[in-house]
Nanobody, 123 residues
Framework: QVQLVESGGGLVQAGGSLRLSCAAS????????MGWFRQAPGKEREFVAG??????????MKSVKGRFTISRDNAENTVTVYLQMNSVKPEDTAVYYC??????????????WGQGTLVTVSS
């Protein structure tokens, strides 16, 4: 059974940095593309960044490109995916989630989501 556990969220001032982590465990999790998503209050969940299973290809939503960096560490049956958030803005405030993603590095694969990690950016 696959498990996704996000961590690293917190309160940060605008312009600051934060690094999120997602620990994914389960059969063959290290060979799947992974992605980060976020859901702001009152809004739908949206794609933030995706990374191929070998880490060679990445994809970002327009508003975070150049500020956020997705990366991953693969191990047998486990993977840790990171989201380095720099120059954060109040509009980055949201609950951040990770999930496996499809070949386009955007579409989530699992219907079930983890608990997420809350990022709050103060102005």
């Amino acid at each position: 059974q696959v498990q996704l556990v996000e961590s690293g969220g917190g309160l940060v001032q605008a312009g600051g940095s934060l690094r999120l982590s997602c620990a994914a465990s389960g059969r063959t999790s290290s060979t799947y593309n992974m992605g980060w998503f976020r859901q702001a209050p009152g809004k739908e969940r949206e794609f933030v960044a995706g990374i191929s299973w070998r880490g060679r290809t990445t994809r970002y939503m327009k508003s975070v490109k150049g500020r956020f960096t997705i990366s991953r560490d693969n191990a047998e049956n486990t993977v840790t995916v990171y989201l380095q958030m720099n120059s954060v803005k109040p509009e980055d405030t949201a609950v951040y989630y990770c999930n496996f993603v499809g070949s386009n590095l955007m579409d989530p694969v699992l219907d079930a989501w983890g608990q997420g990690t809350l990022v709050t950016v103060s102005s």
